[in-house]
């Protein structure tokens, strides 16, 4: 099992399961989520992480991380679509 960094609000990118653990926002509510603000013209900022030995071929699914700010600025200006 991989090692999975605290929860803190020191912390400014999470990864989908820290999302889905402080949010309540799984997976595919948070993709569509990225694709209304994208629309919306405030995309929220993420990051995909490369894999120590540089492939990015091994894994179906890359270490993605969403910056914090980004995502609550979002939330707070769409204060009906989530409820955390």
């Not at 820290?18 to 919306?40: F, H, N, Q, T, W």
Request: charged share 40%; aromatic share 8%.
């Amino acid at each position: 099992m991989p090692k999975r960094l605290q929860i803190t609000d020191k912390r400014e990118w999470y990864c989908p399961k820290d999302i889905e653990d402080v949010y309540g926002i799984s997976r595919e509510s948070l993709r569509r989520i990225m694709e209304d603000a994208k629309e919306k013209g405030m995309p929220i900022k993420t990051t995909v992480l490369r894999f120590r030995n540089g492939s990015m071929t091994t894994r179906k699914r890359p270490f993605v991380r969403i910056q914090k700010k980004s995502l609550e600025e979002y939330l707070e200006a769409h204060p009906g679509k989530i409820e955390a």
